[in-house]
């Protein structure tokens, strides 16, 4: 059973248009809750972790929410250059081990 | 560009060779990983160095023996791999404060191909 599941798999936004992207979580007792941009061919580019529900966390387009179940990553007025693939780690308590989320390949169009 | 760097960023290689990749860190970290990163596969952690002492072993294959001589460096070996093997290798590092919530930082990776 996976314990990151990540919504949708693949969006595409025209520039302007804001969305969210959805990663919901099954494990207990969360230590914190990190969001990756990677581009491709490339490594993984850290962007946020959040800690507690309803933390908030921003960074120029986009903005990063928590609940105890989910966060959502919105991202205001895209642009082409956010297109990307998204990545949504966890760790839990009693873990090192970061568990990651299958991604979300988002597509800015001009 | 990250502090993490790996070499090398492509590699070709048959089912009976022998080859290395490379990782170093430049972020003063002492915890560093590999993972593997598949098409349509969450990323696996493969492996777990702390202060250059192994802390975990996800099931990964023999074939596949790490090496951590230094708290900067981290080594993946590869012996007889199999097609199934081919994907993006990825080194990350942390620093590990013994039950803090680190972050981790990603290399660029090196695109393993098996023929």
């Known amino acids: 059973e996976d314990q990151v599941t990540q919504s949708p798999e693949a969006l595409r936004l025209q520039e302007g248009e804001s969305s969210s992207l959805n990663c919901s979580y099954t494990?207990?007792?969360?230590?914190?809750l990190f969001w990756y941009r990677q581009d491709p061919g490339k490594g993984p580019e850290f962007l946020f972790t959040?800690?507690?529900a309803g933390e908030e966390k921003e960074k120029e387009r986009l903005k990063a929410t928590l609940t105890k179940k989910e966060s959502f990553l919105h991202i205001t007025a895209p642009k082409p250059e956010d297109s990307a693939t998204y990545l949504c780690?966890?760790?839990?308590?009693?873990?090192?081990?970061?568990?990651f989320g299958k991604g979300t390949k988002l597509t800015v169009n001009p | 560009e990250t502090g993490v760097t790996q070499t090398p960023r492509h590699l070709v290689m048959g089912m009976t060779n022998k080859k290395s990749l490379k990782c170093e860190q430049h972020?003063?970290?002492?915890?560093m990983y590999w993972y593997k990163q598949s098409a349509k596969k969450p990323l696996e952690l493969m492996f777990v160095?702390?202060?250059?002492?192994?802390?975990e072993n996800n099931s990964v294959p023999s074939r596949f023996s790490p090496e951590c001589p230094n708290s900067s460096h981290l080594f993946l070996h590869l012996h007889t791999l199999q097609p199934e093997d081919s994907a993006l290798y990825l080194c990350?590092?942390?620093?590990?404060?013994?039950?803090?919530?680190?972050?981790?930082?990603f290399g660029p990776g090196t695109r393993l191909l098996v023929l």
């Open positions: 990350a590092s942390s620093q590990d404060t013994s039950g803090g919530v680190e972050t981790q930082y």
């Open positions: 494990v207990s007792g969360l230590r914190g």
């Open positions: 959040l800690y507690s």
């Open positions: 780690a966890v760790l839990q308590d009693g873990s090192e081990k970061l568990v």
């Open positions: 972020l003063g970290h002492n915890a």
């Open positions: 160095y702390s202060l250059e002492e192994r802390v």
